[in-house]
């Protein structure tokens, strides 16, 4: 039989639990984004996979907001954010905690995602772009690597919390083999 | 250097490139999912890993839809796609055509994503349920198995268009290891 759990039943941790436990040592950057959908759907991704840090940059909105809130669905209450006025400021404060940095993008040497190797010591900071302009080509040139989602069909073009999924998916699997 | 690709550069296919290309034999069936924001996007994730056709299910709404349209970007032009005026209709459908039916959910005794064992000459059905109630009981009597994505934090309900395109992303690499 597969009975379906309940809510109570699924294990969930607490907010508290939520903080003082051991994170994926990723930090999600978000440079420029506008969906409000987008951004509360990050922060639900960012709780399931345990992310250390979302940081919401130049024109992305940040909590409290209604909007946010309708997809995050309390997630805001238990990952760490920070806003930065520009992305360019986020990747400084990552790189002086030793961050790498790399964006997810599609560029001339990018690494495919399946390829990207991690260290077990590494701390890493993912910048996903703006739903039409992508990761800014200044922050790609600040940024250490280029991790590119292999695409098949006609459009090349992943919603921005989609791609948040997959790539945080493949890389929390990378951190804890 | 990391030089963004520009949209000629990133060797997208036609439309009729696309329907004439080999596909992943994997179907995504939408359970009376409700967001049009949601439904687009799977169309467009749809696209990128070269899904063979997505089953639109009761109250899930079917394009051409100008909100659905807004997230697929186009997406339900080279995507396959069928309604069915319930999950029960197309999952007999698929039986009927040899697929095995996977639900996506957290049950008693679900497998999970990273564990689950493709064989290669299987053709794959996934189940994906409404953004409040998940999958319906009945649904998952119907299944041949069940997918769970692990999930950590403090909440275990990833947004449904983000749980596509984790699940599509991880299924598609075993389809083509």
Redesign the interface.
Known sequence: ?????KNEE??????E??KSTAKTPIIIVLDNIRSL?NIG?VF???????IKAVYLCGITATPPHREIQK?A???T??VEWKYFKSTGEAIDLLKENDYKVA?I??????TML?QYPINENEKLAIVFGNEVK??E?EV??L?DS?IE?P?????????I??????VV??LY?KFNP
Chains 1, 2 share one sequence.
């Open positions: 039989m597969n009975r379906k759990l699924l294990n969930r941790i607490s907010i639990e939520f959908n759907s639900r991704t960012a709780d399931a996979f345990l997809t669905l309390g997630a209450e238990s964006a993008e599609q560029t001339e040497n990018s399946d992508g990761v080509q790609i040139d940024s280029i989602i695409q098949f069909g006609t459009k090349h073009s992943l919603n919390s989609v791609s948040v999924g997959v998916w493949e699997r």
